[in-house]
């Protein structure tokens, strides 16, 4: 019903910003957030920022907060995840996530890597 697909990871060196994108398909129109998480290897997959898209209201976890910006464009129905000084602890697989309610996201993206190097 909704299709992700994302881009911009890359190899980056600590310090170093990156803007991840996320283009959106289908049943946009029952989104109520969308989110990012992201999975290092061996880890689990975490929450990192979300948004919601009524409100504008965002999440940030503590290990990203003053350092990444999520945000949306309605016309181009993409979400981007601006990534500034980056540490090799940010180094992991980046999703992009999508829900109709609250609690569950049901829609991913395929996943982009973002490695940074110190």
């Known amino acids: 019903q909704v299709q992700l697909v994302e881009s911009g990871g890359g190899l980056v060196q600590a310090g170093d910003s990156l803007r991840l994108s996320c283009a959106a398909s289908?049943?946009?129109?029952?989104?109520?957030?969308m989110g990012w998480f992201r999975q290092a290897p061996g880890k689990e997959r975490d929450l990192i920022a979300s948004?919601?898209?009524?409100?504008?209201?965002?999440y940030y976890a503590d290990s990203v907060k003053g350092r990444f910006t999520i945000s949306i464009d309605n016309r181009k129905l993409t979400m981007y995840l601006q990534m500034n000084n980056l540490k090799p602890e940010d180094t992991a697989v980046y999703y992009c996530?999508?829900?109709?309610?609250?609690?569950?996201?049901?829609?991913w993206g395929q996943g982009t890597q973002v490695t940074v190097s110190s």
């Open positions: 289908g049943r946009t129109f029952s989104i109520d957030a």
């Open positions: 948004i919601t898209s009524t409100t504008g209201i965002t």
């Open positions: 996530a999508a829900r109709f309610s609250a609690g569950k996201y049901d829609f």
